[in-house]
């Protein structure tokens, strides 16, 4: 135990040594929003989260954030920041918030300042030149960012206790002593800047926009935010720089290495260190580990083993208590206690076995966890070899047929950014899932229902065969090999599918869109007209009525007709054919003629 102990102790040392070795570029970012005396000002907090942010991708090595600071809280962090700058090759210091020139002299102003009169100033604000001795002993490049020129309240309302003494617009102009360093300020000397009316200021939204450059020179950087800043406040606010570099280019974040040959993975370093923990396997050296290495995918591994370890510590603790309540009542029993001493010893050895196994079950549950988080490391740091080797061999193959002066190269293989976690692989295949057309739905960091069934769709038209229960990165790469759409677009009904987009139909006059989505026409129902009923004359009705009223009565029903109308035959009477000349003198009146006995 004693030797395991040095182990691990020489294990952590190591870690430790080699992080403030590799603090070579460091930062610290203050923003002061919640003052006290004066008006609250809504940008410098958000301004500070955006920078550090900056710092942060940027790769910098060590990254200090703080916002609302007062007085002791300010000259701490420069005080600790001084320390670390020994050791850098890089500082810089950014500064949000409210300054004041003093009779030449630029102060930065903490929250819990109140400057009722101007020999407050010495004792409530801190000196500019204080910032410039922490960033001193940095040996490339110091440089101090201040986004501090805002309109102050201090200034107009500060009382003075001499005269003539001056208490300027801004800050003052600053000539720095030190070689390689630069001072930035929102609005040069004696003008103020802009807190901006969107969350962030305009310098500070100019800095994230221009300084992240890999291999761009910082005096260039810092002319392309002048120019920024002018074109966003209608040319009323200047950024200004002072001091002086050498002939040297001096980019913030260097340009990245043009590949010659295998590229290690750049997370190799981290690797490694992760599997000598894991081999130590003590709390210690877990521990050491995240200090080093507080994100990332092989920090969250770390964070499962210390979870495996401590269920492991609280069932061991749970053992020996159960151990314990188990020789207490066993001295009991021996010694002859009272049966209710017997009897309360008993139930606390019960409620020590149940605590033993509930810490048992724990420990499993978080083994099960470690293994299969062990699992996926592997799984993953295999895809990401293979992916760096498959695109070192392609770049291979590329430069040999260049060589060769092929007339047609064939295209390189699709590119390979390994993901840093799972859940950046999930989010990541979502996203070429979407831009294929077969996610209609935002991304989310859960492989869930609607992404399997997307890969699903792209499985069926893509003709690949690829497991959809998990996002793999075979999954990705076959899905950014995809050019164009891949899921048939599915439009609404009254639109129809024009490229990648639904555009709305447009039947012409006459026609209306129908269920088949098509435009049919329009079937207008003409109003029916109603046969009106022929009119006869009465003189016409009366004798029809009569005869039908003769047939009703007649038992022969024969009907007699001349020029005066018709009539029913007479009882005791018929009909006979009439004469030509009978017919001749009655006109076409009647055929026939009654007939009486």
Not at 127 to 134: E, H, I, K, M, P
Request: proline share 4%; hydrophobic share 40%.
């Amino acid at each position: 135990m004693g030797a395991f102990r040095w182990i691990t102790l020489f294990f952590s040392i190591w870690l430790m040594c080699s992080s403030a070795q590799a603090e070579r570029r460091i930062a610290l970012v203050m923003g002061n929003s919640a003052y006290r005396s004066a008006p609250k000002l809504s940008n410098p907090a958000n301004d500070a989260a955006l920078v550090g942010g900056m710092f942060k991708k940027a790769g910098f090595d060590w990254v200090d954030v703080r916002t609302d600071l007062n007085a002791s809280e300010m000259r701490r962090a420069l005080r600790d920041f001084g320390g670390r700058a020994r050791d850098a090759e890089v500082a810089v210091i950014y500064y949000a918030g409210h300054g004041i020139e003093l009779d030449g002299t630029n102060y930065l102003i903490p929250t819990d300042a109140t400057l009722e009169t101007d020999s407050d100033v010495l004792d409530e604000t801190v000196a500019l030149d204080r910032a410039l001795f922490a960033v001193e002993p940095a040996k490339q490049l110091r440089l101090i960012i201040l986004d501090a020129c805002r309109d102050n309240p201090f200034s107009r309302s500060i009382k003075r206790t001499v005269a003539v003494r001056a208490i300027g617009r801004g800050l003052a102009k600053v000539e720095p002593t030190s070689p390689n360093t630069m001072i930035a300020f929102a609005a040069k000397a004696g003008s103020t800047a802009s807190d901006g009316d969107s969350k962030n200021s305009p310098f500070a939204a100019a800095l994230v926009e221009r300084l992240p450059t890999p291999g761009l020179d910082l005096r260039k950087a810092f002319g392309f935010v002048r120019d920024d800043v002018l074109k966003n406040t209608s040319y009323k606010q200047e950024p200004y720089v002072y001091g002086s570099l050498g002939g040297d280019d001096v980019p913030l974040v260097a340009a990245k290495p043009t590949a010659t040959g295998p590229q290690a993975n750049p997370d190799d370093a981290v690797r490694r260190n992760y599997e000598l923990a894991l081999q130590l396997g003590t709390r210690d050296g877990w521990t050491a580990f995240l200090s080093r290495y507080a994100d990332g995918f092989y920090a969250d591994l770390a964070k499962g083993q210390l979870n495996k370890i401590a269920a492991e510590e609280a069932r061991a603790a749970a053992v020996d208590k159960a151990r314990q309540v188990e020789e207490e009542r066993a001295r009991l029993a021996a010694d002859g206690a009272r049966k209710v001493e017997q009897n309360k010893a008993a139930a606390a050895a019960k409620a020590a076995e149940n605590a033993q196994l509930a810490a048992e079950k724990a420990k499993q549950i978080e083994e099960t966890k470690a293994a299969a988080a062990e699992q996926r490391r592997k799984e993953i740091e295999a895809a990401v070899a293979k992916a760096l080797a498959d695109k070192q061999a392609a770049e291979k193959k590329v430069s040999s047929e260049a060589d060769q002066k092929v007339a047609a190269l064939p295209s390189p293989a699709p590119s390979f950014e390994p993901v840093e976690s799972p859940q950046e692989l999930v989010r990541s295949v979502q996203s070429e899932l979407r831009r294929v057309g077969c996610l209609a739905d935002a991304e989310s960091v859960e492989w869930g229902a609607k992404p399997q069934r997307s890969l699903t769709l792209f499985n069926k038209y893509a003709g690949t065969k690829l497991d959809t229960t998990l996002a793999s990165f075979d999954a990705l790469e076959a899905i950014k090999a995809r050019t164009g759409r891949v899921c048939p677009l599915v439009c609404d009904h009254g639109f129809r599918a024009d490229g990648d987009h639904c555009s709305k139909i447009t039947c012409r006059a006459g026609y209306q869109i129908g269920d088949e989505n098509t435009c049919e026409k329009i079937n207008v129902k003409k109003p029916t007209a109603k046969r009106e009923e022929p009119r006869v004359n009465a003189d016409r009705q009366a004798p029809a009525r009569a005869a039908s009223q003769a047939s009703t009565s007649n038992a022969s029903g024969q009907i007699v007709c001349n020029a005066a109308g018709c009539r029913p035959v007479q009882k005791g009477c018929h009909l006979e054919s009439a004469t030509t000349a009978a017919m001749g003198s009655m006109g076409a009146a009647s055929r026939n003629r009654e007939v009486c006995n």
